[in-house]
Each structure stands twice: as structure tokens, then as C-alpha cells.
């Protein structure tokens, strides 16, 4: 791997994108420590302590509302929408037709995403704004409306800087800063862990290397995980084109063990923890507040409710992405078949059934990945300050650098060959 980035650095060509993209996540990084406009810093300082920074929001956009700052809500509302546009994208036929049209029509789904991206934006902000009410110099309407706006222009500016790191940098622009900001409190938890080791004696630090064993095992079965998949062979039958024999050719379709991936955790802990997220913007009474404590990640319920979501949403999600119907059709359509299987409804049938075989496979495993850190929490009574939608977002950004690194220099290499 560091051989690759060695490499990938003396190709002038590469290393511009590797220094643009890393140019951009300063910038975002900056923008984190802007502080709304008339907000009061004194205020800030004396309740950073009490605010919770452990729901998925937070995690998305990488402490910013701990900040109070101008990119608060970060690449969460693009995020959300890029979401909803996928769903809809299956769920409506104009949205599918289109995005059957190739790459003109994804260029107007990615238009109507930025749109929806800035209604989610405003209404977020102004949520926000209102749980940020007390910690205004000079409240005021004038006040509210500024910082409403300015959490919509940093949000909508998080987005561009997202697309043009897609554009013209190195992997895709939305992971690389949800990336960068979950590594950017990487300090704040390596000092934990250490005054966590130090604070208790030899027993302490005995925890903490199991700990550490732990997630390190945990990260290596993310990896596993993240390349697993199930090849179907598909067989395509030969044709005769005058006295030549055209296709016989065998293949294979892979359907990966991580179809829904992150997105189950995702939706998931976003469901769990869309209680505590109101409750954040508004207030609330005990009752509401038991209902958050029994629906916390900690919590035995919590937990048992959380691995339930992520099957259903793994199943959910599976069942959008893979149409088996429409590729038994397809592969009828061009002289494919599956060895064994008869063509048509035996065929969408059989990918049914794999499908949801290798679907549960998936859940299974990331609901493991996802519960290690709260299972730590309950053995060691330390919170390990992530989750496991924190885990696959880096091993699974990690992966996918390399991958764009390996792309580009492969790249560079037909280009060359192809010029001699």
C-alpha cells in the first residue's frame, strides 16, 4: 500500500488530484471552527461538556455542531438527500426512466438532488437555530434568519466541495469529508484511551490491549467483509453468424455480501436516535426523556431494537437495489442462462432465493460489526467513542482510495503503452 502511494505521488498527473482533494478537506476543516454569526463564545465554551455528540448527526458531520459553526449540519442534509433520491428513484418510474437514460438523465437526478439537499437544509437549519436560541448575543428574529441562512449556504458549500472532489480529486467527494471528520476527533479518542489505561493500574491496561485486540479484529472482518461476494455463473449460448460461431462465453454475476452495507446502519441508528435528535432541537418533558433513555444504544432495548432495524433495512434496501426480475429478463434477452436453471421466472426465482441467503449472510455480519463497540461499553464500562457505521465509513474509505489509486495508475499505464 505505501508502495501504491509512492508511486501514485510521482505521477504529476495523480499527485495534483491527491493535493486538490487534500486542499478541499483543509478548507472543510476550516469552516469548522467559523462560528455562526452573533453567537455567543463564552456560552459555548461553558456547555460544550453537557452536549451530547453521540448521535449519527454528530458523527456525520464530524463535531461540527459541538463547534457551533457555520458547516454545523455539514454533508448530513446531501447525504440524506442522495438517499431519498436512490429510493425514489426505484419508486417513482419518471425518476427511473431517467435514470435509464444514461448519463444525462443521472446529470437531472443530481440536480433535483441539490434542490432537495437545500429544502432538507433549511429545514434542519432552522431546528437548529432553535436549539442554538439560548447561545445568541442579541437574539432576534434578524438574528435567527442570519444563522438559518448561513447553515444553508455552509451546507450547500459542503456539497460542492463534495462534487468537486468527485469531479476532480481522488475517490468519491461525500465519503473522502465524512471520512476526514470522523479522523479529525481520532485525537480526542486516542487521549481517552490512554488516560483510561493510565487512570486504573495494570488491570486498566490489561482491558485496554483486549480492547484494542478487539477492534483491531473487528476492522479485519470489516475488510473481509467489504470484498465478500457470491459468484453466479451465467452461461451465454453460442450463435451461428454465417459458418462462425458467435458467444458460448461463460460468466459470472456477483452479488456482494455488503449490497446494503452501511446504508442498514445508516437508517438504522437514524430511526433509534431520531427521538434524541428532536429532543435536541426542542424541549421536552420526562416522559420523552425515559422513552430516549430506553432507546438508547446502551440500553438492553435500545440495542435489541437496533439489530432488528438493521435487518429490515438490510432486506429493505436489498430488495431496491437487486430487481431479479429484471435481470432474469435481461440475461433471456441476450442468450444468458444459469447452469441448472431454466430461463425466466425459474431464473428470477433462483436469484431470489441467493439474494436473500446472501442478504441475511450480510445483516448477520453487520450487526456484528455494528454492535462490538456497544458490546466494549457493556464488558469494559468505557465508551469507545465511535460506532460501527464509524468503522465501515473508514475501512470501507480506506479501501476505496486504494482501489481509485490503483484505477488511476492503471490508467496511466494503457495510456502509455497505447502512445508508444
Same mark, same amino acid.
Given at each position: 500500500?505505501?508502495?501504491?502511494?509512492?508511486?501514485?505521488?510521482?505521477?504529476?498527473?495523480? =499527485? *495534483?488530484?491527491?493535493?486538490?482533494?487534500?486542499?478541499?478537506? &483543509?478548507?472543510?476543516?476550516?469552516?469548522?471552527?467559523?462560528?455562526?454569526?452573533?453567537? /455567543?463564545?463564552?456560552? @459555548?465554551?461553558?456547555?460544550?461538556?453537557?452536549?451530547? $455528540?453521540?448521535?449519527?448527526?454528530?458523527?456525520?458531520?464530524?463535531?461540527?455542531?459541538? *463547534?457551533?459553526?457555520?458547516?454545523?449540519?455539514? !454533508?448530513?442534509?446531501?447525504? $440524506?438527500?442522495?438517499?431519498?433520491?436512490?429510493?425514489?428513484?426505484?419508486?417513482?418510474?419518471?425518476?427511473?426512466?431517467?435514470n435509464?437514460?444514461?448519463? /444525462?438523465?443521472?446529470?437531472?437526478?443530481?440536480?433535483?438532488?441539490?434542490?432537495?439537499?437545500? #429544502?432538507?437544509? #433549511?429545514?434542519?437549519?432552522?431546528?437548529?437555530t432553535?436549539?442554538?436560541?439560548?447561545?445568541?448575543?442579541?437574539?432576534?428574529?434578524?438574528?435567527?434568519?442570519i444563522?438559518?441562512i448561513?447553515? &444553508?449556504?455552509?451546507?450547500?458549500?459542503?456539497?460542492?466541495?463534495?462534487?468537486? !472532489?468527485?469531479?476532480?480529486?481522488? $475517490? %468519491?467527494?461525500?465519503?473522502?469529508?465524512?471520512?476526514? %471528520?470522523?479522523?479529525? *476527533?481520532?485525537?480526542?479518542?486516542?487521549?481517552?484511551? @490512554?488516560?483510561?489505561?493510565?487512570?486504573?493500574?495494570?488491570?486498566?491496561?490489561?482491558?485496554?490491549?483486549?480492547m484494542?485486540?478487539?477492534?483491531?479484529l /473487528?476492522? #479485519?472482518?470489516?475488510?473481509?467483509?467489504?470484498?465478500?461476494?457470491?459468484?453466479?455463473? #451465467?452461461?451465454?449460448?453460442?450463435?451461428?453468424?454465417?459458418?462462425?460461431?458467435?458467444?458460448?462465453?461463460?460468466?459470472?454475476?456477483?452479488?456482494?455480501?455488503?449490497?446494503?452495507?452501511? @446504508?442498514?446502519? !445508516?437508517?438504522?441508528?437514524?430511526?433509534?436516535q431520531?427521538?434524541?435528535?428532536?429532543?435536541?432541537?426542542?424541549?421536552?418533558?420526562?416522559?420523552?426523556?425515559?422513552?430516549v433513555?430506553?432507546?438508547?444504544?446502551?440500553?438492553?432495548?435500545?440495542?435489541?431494537?437496533?439489530?432488528?432495524?438493521?435487518?429490515?433495512?438490510?432486506?429493505?434496501?436489498?430488495?431496491?437495489?437487486?430487481?431479479?426480475?429484471?435481470?432474469?429478463?435481461?440475461?433471456?434477452?441476450?442468450?444468458?442462462?444459469?447452469?441448472?436453471? =431454466?430461463?425466466?421466472?425459474? +431464473?428470477?426465482?433462483?436469484? $431470489?432465493?441467493?439474494?436473500?441467503?446472501? +442478504?441475511?449472510?450480510?445483516?448477520?455480519?453487520?450487526?456484528? &460489526?455494528?454492535?462490538?463497540?456497544?458490546?466494549?461499553?457493556?464488558?469494559?464500562?468505557?465508551?469507545?467513542?465511535?460506532?460501527?457505521?464509524?468503522?465501515?465509513?473508514?475501512v470501507? &474509505?480506506?479501501? /476505496?482510495?486504494?482501489?481509485?489509486?490503483?484505477?488511476?495508475?492503471?490508467? =496511466?499505464h494503457?495510456?502509455?503503452?497505447?502512445?508508444?
Amino acid at each position: 500500500m505505501f508502495k501504491l502511494f509512492s508511486n501514485a505521488w510521482k505521477v504529476t498527473e495523480v =499527485r *495534483n488530484k491527491i493535493l486538490y482533494t487534500l486542499l478541499i478537506l &483543509v478548507i472543510v476543516r476550516l469552516g469548522a471552527h467559523i462560528a455562526l454569526p452573533g453567537i /455567543d463564545i463564552v456560552a @459555548i465554551k461553558q456547555s460544550m461538556e453537557s452536549f451530547s $455528540t453521540g448521535t449519527l448527526y454528530n458523527i456525520i458531520a464530524g463535531g461540527y455542531n459541538s *463547534n457551533w459553526s457555520m458547516f454545523a449540519m455539514g !454533508i448530513g442534509p446531501y447525504i $440524506t438527500s442522495s438517499i431519498i433520491m436512490q429510493l425514489l428513484t426505484v419508486a417513482i418510474p419518471k425518476l427511473e426512466q431517467l435514470n435509464k437514460e444514461g448519463e /444525462d438523465g443521472r446529470k437531472k437526478i443530481r440536480v433535483y438532488t441539490r434542490y432537495l439537499t437545500v #429544502v432538507l437544509a #433549511v429545514i434542519q437549519g432552522i431546528g437548529v437555530t432553535r436549539s442554538y436560541s439560548g447561545m445568541f448575543i442579541n437574539p432576534s428574529m434578524f438574528t435567527y434568519v442570519i444563522s438559518v441562512i448561513t447553515l &444553508v449556504v455552509g451546507s450547500t458549500l459542503v456539497m460542492w466541495l463534495a462534487e468537486q !472532489i468527485t469531479a476532480k480529486g481522488i $475517490t %468519491n467527494g461525500s465519503s473522502m469529508i465524512i471520512f476526514v %471528520n470522523i479522523v479529525s *476527533n481520532l485525537p480526542s479518542g486516542i487521549q481517552s484511551l @490512554i488516560y483510561y489505561g493510565e487512570g486504573g493500574g495494570a488491570k486498566s491496561i490489561a482491558m485496554l490491549a483486549a480492547m484494542l485486540i478487539i477492534l483491531l479484529l /473487528d476492522i #479485519v472482518f470489516i475488510v473481509l467483509l467489504h470484498g465478500g461476494e457470491r459468484r453466479l455463473p #451465467v452461461q451465454y449460448s453460442s450463435k451461428m453468424l454465417g459458418r462462425h460461431s458467435v458467444g458460448g462465453r461463460s460468466s459470472f454475476m456477483p452479488i456482494k455480501v455488503s449490497t446494503a452495507g452501511v @446504508i442498514s446502519i !445508516i437508517f438504522a441508528i437514524s430511526l433509534i436516535q431520531f427521538p434524541q435528535t428532536i429532543g435536541q432541537f426542542f424541549s421536552t418533558g420526562e416522559t420523552f426523556a425515559k422513552v430516549v433513555s430506553i432507546l438508547n444504544l446502551t440500553s438492553p432495548v435500545g440495542a435489541a431494537i437496533y439489530i432488528v432495524l438493521i435487518f429490515i433495512f438490510s432486506y429493505f434496501y436489498a430488495s431496491i437495489v437487486i430487481n431479479p426480475n429484471e435481470i432474469a429478463e435481461n440475461m433471456k434477452k441476450n442468450g444468458g442462462f444459469i447452469p441448472g436453471i =431454466r430461463p425466466g421466472q425459474p +431464473t428470477s426465482a433462483y436469484i $431470489t432465493r441467493v439474494v436473500n441467503r446472501i +442478504t441475511f449472510v450480510g445483516a448477520v455480519s453487520y450487526a456484528i &460489526v455494528a454492535f462490538v463497540p456497544i458490546l466494549l461499553e457493556w464488558v469494559f464500562g468505557f465508551s469507545v467513542g465511535f460506532g460501527g457505521t464509524t468503522l465501515i465509513i473508514v475501512v470501507g &474509505v480506506c479501501l /476505496d482510495i486504494v482501489k481509485s489509486l490503483e484505477s488511476q495508475m492503471l490508467m =496511466r499505464h494503457y495510456k502509455g503503452f497505447l502512445n508508444k
